[in-house]
């Protein structure tokens, strides 16, 4: 089943960003060797997936990768050389001894375009064959997985092909299976050949993706299936922030997250690692944390950057409200969701902010097929919410110290009441900068 994942909650994750400002997380896996494996990536990353076995097997297959260190003896531009051979509009060269002859003698003769691309392009296929035959042994021999085992099929067929057998056991190319390969290779097994060099391109991500776990100590996921959603992550981290504080989220029994904390404590960057995690978690790729275990959703909403609709004339409230309602209409449609609301009605009036987010979680609070974190700075709510037996209370700590505030940045159980904001506008010399302003520019009025 296809994972539900919008435009919003992409940039919210920053998973393709291009900002150069931001590290996305498309950034951190882009370590394949081939062009080829590059677009594989994204292609996998732009296609979640909500069925628990290919995400088992897709994980596993990462993780053969890492328990065996393998590193693919393979090049961008052999692989280049190949497609462009493989793509190549020119026919195929006869496979009778006399013209192989005769295009042999005359590509030495007079330089061939045409006969240079194909040799070049089959001597790379050949070579590529001898690394993948290595792999492939490997790959039955050891304790891999279903999937690796079975993308191996297409490799497997064309070894056992009488021709190749030969040729692959000979030092040098003859001029007869020159001709002889180009028809069976571009021709005759050309889906079988796509197929192999398909099989290249996903081992190229599988070993980058390995490397992730490798250079920055993530973690695989593990996956339940367990009736109500449950999510438990150790050691949670956002990628993007350097000696990053890890925390350990959570979730059974209560479907419902109110996540507390002032401003500057760190409740975005923790929404954003979590949404990472499950999203990685739906690609079966490693996830940003030391451990994980969840159960399959069918899709993942956050609304954590939110902008305004200045094209249709619409406020951030009224795009809020739009937001909530696309978040009803895919819980109806999907069922099983992961939202994320990072401070609800931050664009409403505080009386309406904290009518709405009180009915708003009520509501929620009776849907426990799917798990929702709400932030917020209402700390008010908290009085009427205790009463819901789904609401589990997070904040992230903070404190005074010598009349600083004092940052942790770890997730504990409870609502915190700190408020900041005053202080961070003193801080930074905000009040007393207009202050000074009103005195310079203040202006008298006078009566007549």
């Excluded at 002859?101 to 005359?106: G, M, P, Q």
């Excluded at 909530?324 to 401070?343: H, N, P, S, W």
């Amino acid at each position: 089943m296809r994972f539900g994942l919008d435009d919003n909650t992409l940039k919210d994750l920053d998973i393709f960003s291009v900002k150069k400002s931001s590290v996305s997380l498309y950034s951190i896996f882009s370590r394949t060797r081939t062009l080829g494996g590059r677009n594989k990536l994204i292609d996998m990353m732009e296609k979640p997936s909500a069925d628990i076995e290919f995400l088992i097997e897709r994980r596993d297959s990462i993780k053969w990768f890492y328990e065996q260190n393998i590193s693919l003896d393979v090049t961008s531009n052999q692989l280049d050389l190949i497609e462009h051979y493989l793509n190549y509009n020119k026919r195929c060269l006869r496979d009778n001894f006399a013209d192989a002859v005769f295009d042999r003698l005359y590509s030495k003769i007079q330089t061939s375009v045409s006969y240079y691309t194909i040799e070049v392009g089959i001597k790379n296929i050949l070579k590529l064959l001898k690394f993948a035959e290595i792999l492939s042994k490997k790959i039955r021999d050891e304790d891999s997985s279903r999937y690796l085992k079975m993308r191996c099929n297409a490799v497997d067929k064309l070894l056992d092909i009488p021709l190749i057998k030969v040729v692959l056991a000979e030092k040098t190319l003859s001029c007869f299976n020159t001709n002889k390969l180009d028809r069976l290779l571009r021709k005759q097994e050309l889906t079988t050949v796509k197929e192999f060099i398909n099989f290249i391109y996903e081992s190229d991500v599988f070993e980058s993706a390995a490397e992730v776990v490798k250079s920055k100590k993530w973690s695989f996921p593990e996956y339940n299936n367990a009736h109500a959603p449950e999510v438990n992550i150790s050691g949670l981290f956002h990628p993007a922030i350097n000696n990053a504080v890890e925390n350990d989220l959570n979730i059974n029994g209560k479907s419902t997250v109110f996540l507390t904390g002032p401003n500057t404590a760190g409740k975005s960057s923790l929404l954003k690692a979590t949404g990472l995690a499950i999203y990685l978690a739906h690609i079966g790729f490693p996830i940003n944390a030391s451990k994980m275990n969840t159960s399959v959703f069918n899709g993942l909403i956050t609304t954590i950057n939110l902008p305004d609709d200045i094209h249709n004339a619409q406020s951030h409230y009224y795009s809020e409200v739009r937001r909530l309602k696309e978040t009803a209409l895919a819980i109806l449609d999907k069922g099983r969701l992961f939202i994320i609301f990072d401070e609800l009605f931050r664009g409403a009036n505080p009386m309406d902010a904290y009518e709405a987010s009180l009915h708003i979680i009520n509501s929620l609070n009776k849907i426990n097929n799917c798990v929702f974190i709400i932030s917020t700075h209402i700390v008010e709510l908290a009085t009427e919410l205790k009463a819901l037996k789904n609401v589990a209370f997070k904040y992230l700590e903070s404190s005074f110290h010598e009349g600083n505030p004092v940052f942790t940045f770890k997730l504990k159980e409870g609502v915190s009441y700190e408020r900041l904001g005053m202080f961070i506008l003193k801080n930074e010399g905000v009040i007393d900068a207009l202050q000074r302003a009103a005195f310079k520019y203040e202006v008298t009025n006078v009566s007549d």
